[in-house]
């Protein structure tokens, strides 16, 4: 395995890593065709990258690649510790802000191509990013499950350019000392859906659980269980979207109100529906990442734990 540049970056607390060079050859094709390549035979190569020992499993690695429109400023492939991500919001803000550290981004608007569409990203200072996503929109809402050990949930399936199931409610405990508990409750929530059938459109696999409740510091806090089992340290862009789209579908939230989404860490986006379009709505959100590091990820081929921690 060839070394793999990157740059190292949080948003709210949540890393990305930026792989700059040293990717696999995807070939050509759409960026959701390229996708379906890394998923199908690179495993390997994402564990290297984004487990231990040279990551862990809150990290999200940004894959630079060729964009489906050469208009674009870059197309990208997320990647987390057990697969691929549709698109990542606070991995677009890292991504931006790591562009522009190196000088290969100016501020101002951009495109970035994403395997689920292209998403307008504006840098508007070295380290505020605001972009607007992929449409989101409420799949089904009043989804009941019996969740062993917790009883009866009630949630939202969403999509906000991941699958999420939504749980809103009056709790107190979404905190960075009861991550634990949250965990296993949202893994608990995750593998109901699973044995229920519930899923987001087409039957795609709702891998994302977002619980949600009141704080005195912002509009909403949220905990959200990321595919492989990490927490978000962010208030996850994605999650936050489909929460949007939710609260437009309840008539709760209008266009243009700007909805102040804090994580269990405290860190916070601020989001607003930008416009409508029948049952989706066209999501903004802002948040700042900061660059933390820049590395040549190296792989002997002694090293039984070259391909990471599996
Ligand atoms: O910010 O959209 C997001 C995200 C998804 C998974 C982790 N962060």
Redesign the pocket.
């Known amino acids: 395995m060839t070394d793999v540049q990157v740059v190292d970056s949080h948003t709210g607390g949540?890393p990305t890593r930026v792989v700059l060079a040293g990717g696999p050859d995807l070939g050509g094709g759409s960026l959701a065709e390229r996708r379906a390549r890394f998923d199908a035979a690179h495993g390997a190569w994402r564990d290297a990258v984004v487990r231990e020992p040279r990551g862990h499993a809150a990290m999200?690695g940004a894959l630079l690649l060729p964009p489906d429109d050469p208009a674009a400023a870059a197309g990208v492939l997320f990647f987390?510790d057990v697969g691929t991500?549709g698109?990542?919001?606070?991995?677009t803000i890292g991504l931006l802000v790591t562009l522009h550290h190196l000088g290969h981004l100016a501020l101002g608007e951009h495109r970035i191509d994403t395997p689920v569409g292209p998403v307008g990203a504006t840098l508007l200072d070295a380290r505020t990013v605001e972009i607007a996503n992929v449409p989101a929109y409420r799949h089904r809402a009043g989804v009941a499950l019996d969740v062993p050990g917790y009883g009866r949930v009630v949630g939202d399936v969403a999509w906000g350019?991941?699958w999420f199931f939504l749980v809103h409610g009056d709790r107190r405990d979404l905190r960075l000392d009861t991550v634990a508990a949250l965990t296993a409750e949202a893994s608990a929530i995750r593998d109901a859906l699973e044995a229920a059938g519930v899923t987001g459109a087409d039957g795609a696999v709702i891998d994302?659980v977002e619980l949600i409740g009141p704080t005195a510091s912002a509009d909403a806090r949220s905990f959200?269980l990321?595919p492989g089992g990490a927490y978000?340290r962010?208030p996850?862009?994605?999650?936050t979207s489909a929460h949007l789209a939710c609260l437009h579908a309840e008539g709760r939230l209008t266009p243009g109100r700007v909805w102040r989404q804090e994580s269990v860490v405290g860190s916070r986006f601020e989001a607003w529906i930008d416009a409508v379009d029948g049952a989706q709505v066209r999501p903004r959100l802002r948040g700042q990442a900061f660059v933390t590091g820049e590395a040549r990820l190296r792989f002997h081929p002694d090293d039984p734990f070259r391909f990471g921690l599996r």
């Not at 698109?87 to 991995?91: D, P, T, V």
């Open positions: 949540e999200v987390n991500l698109m990542c919001g606070h991995g350019g991941n994302h959200v990321c978000d962010s996850c862009g994605t999650g």
